[in-house]
């Protein structure tokens, strides 16, 4: 299995309505299936900056740059499922 170490940019999930923690579970949901061992970090820094992704370094181990790039793609397709699921209205009932 190769290590997949993420660097979640709290700043840019919160920013979004969500919490790093979503992002995490959905990451974890997302490579559920594949031969990764994920390795997840959280950081503010830097704080005025905001990340697309919502992850502010990403490492495959002894990933080419196709698979970086690719697992770079699916990140960023959950972050902006949560962004979308965030920004939808909620019913009062």
Known sequence: ???????????SCKS????????????????????????????A???DAYFDSGVSILSV??????????VRGRIKDVFNRLVESASLPTSKT
Do not use: C, W
Request: glycine residues 4%.
């Open 1 to 11: 299995m190769k290590n997949l170490s993420i660097t979640i940019h709290f700043p």
């Open 16 to 43: 979004n309505g969500f919490l790093s923690n979503d992002f995490e579970d959905a990451i974890k949901a997302e490579f559920r299936f594949d031969q990764y061992n994920l390795k997840f970090s959280f950081s």
């Open 45 to 47: 820094s830097p704080s």
């Open 61 to 70: 181990e002894t990933g080419d740059s196709t698979e970086v790039a690719l």
